[in-house]
Every structure is written in structure tokens, then in C-alpha cells.
């Protein structure tokens, strides 16, 4: 029942009020990013979502688009602004994907949505994150986030999809605002983000 109606229900109202609360840090944030991003505050990239169903996600850009000598971009760590740097630590990069639980596309309790590349590379038993919408924040995201390895993280995933349920949704709720202000896990050691996914890590 909660998994199947009440879930998006829950989903939608909380966005909903999320979005109105947090509107005059959405404003403020947008601006200054335009101007550390040469006019390009926000950030869309396709996502899998439920049962592999591709969606554009939506978050601020917290790193500008600075090349080298090549044409290719520069690392993470060097193209991630000190706003961006900021805006990443307090997890406010992730308001913008209240729209997208609005839309129907992300919940807020669920696996991360991750690269549609990496979609061929999983085994039977990781596809199964895609049972469940994704989501703002996981059980993944509260027990390492980035800095836990890939096979860690699908185990959390899946474990999730396998127990989801209200209370535990709440617990995820709240673990996540401590994690917030006590700023864990937001990345490898040595990386600005996680290192990419092939399959084997």
C-alpha cells in the first residue's frame, strides 16, 4: 500500500512544501552561480529512473565548464567553483530535483539515480535499484555516500529496495539532515565526487 500510492503522495506534498520553503535560498543561489558559470546556473544530464525509464534530471551546477590545452575537461577538483564547492558540501545542489519529484520522476527516499552508460554494465541483482523511483537522498546516502566503494553502495540499494517502507523512509529523512550539517561522505578520498562506475569497482 505505502509503496505502491502513499509513497508518491507523501512525495509530492513534501516537495511541494520544500520547494516553497526553500524558493528564497533556490533565487539566491541561482544568481550566484550564473555568474560563476558564465550564465549557466543549472545542471541537466539524463537519468534511468523507475524500471530504467530515462528523465533529465535538474541541479545546480557546482563546476564550470574550463577545458585544457586539448579541448577536454578538466578534473573535477579543478573545474569545481568555491560557490559550487559551497553549495555541494550543504547538499543545496540537490533542491532543484524537488521539480522532478513534483514530475513524477525521483521520490524523495530512494537509490540515487546514476549514468545511463552504466545501465549495461550492471549485474541482474543491481538492475533491481530500478524497482523503486529514484531518489534525493538513500540509504546509500546515509551510510557513506561518495566515499563508500560501488559494490558497497549497490548492497545499500538494494537492500533498500528490498525493505522499503514508511518508517524506514522517515529515518532516512532525518539521518539525512544530520549528515547535512555534519558534512560526511560527500567524496572519495582524492576525487571532488566518486569515481566512475565500470562495472568491476
Known amino acids: 500500500m505505502y509503496k505502491e500510492y502513499l509513497k508518491r503522495l507523501i512525495d509530492f506534498l513534501i516537495s511541494l512544501i520544500g520547494f516553497i520553503i526553500l524558493l528564497p535560498v533556490f533565487i539566491v543561489v541561482t544568481i550566484g552561480l550564473y555568474f560563476a558559470n558564465d550564465g549557466k546556473p543549472f545542471f541537466f544530464q539524463s537519468r534511468p529512473g523507475l524500471n530504467e525509464r530515462i528523465f533529465r534530471i535538474v541541479k545546480f551546477k557546482t563546476m564550470n565548464d574550463k577545458k585544457d590545452m ?29 521539480i522532478n519529484v513534483l514530475k513524477g520522476d525521483m521520490s524523495i527516499i530512494g537509490p540515487r539515480p546514476l549514468l545511463p552508460e552504466y545501465l549495461n554494465l550492471y549485474n541482474k541483482n543491481q538492475k533491481r535499484r530500478h524497482e523503486v523511483r529514484p531518489g534525493i537522498t538513500g540509504w546509500a546516502q546515509i551510510n557513506g555516500r561518495n566515499a563508500i566503494s560501488w559494490k558497497r553502495k549497490f548492497e545499500l540499494d538494494i537492500w533498500y529496495v528490498e525493505n522499503v517502507s514508511f518508517w524506514l523512509d522517515i529515518k532516512i529523512f532525518f539521518l539525512t539532515i544530520k549528515k547535512v550539517f555534519v558534512r560526511e561522505g560527500i567524496s572519495q578520498e582524492g576525487q571532488a565526487t566518486m569515481e566512475a562506475f565500470n562495472g568491476k569497482n
Open 70 to 98: 586539448n579541448g577536454n575537461l578538466l578534473p573535477d577538483s579543478e573545474r569545481l567553483t568555491i560557490i559550487g564547492s559551497i553549495v555541494r558540501k550543504t547538499s543545496i545542489d540537490e533542491i532543484p530535483q524537488l
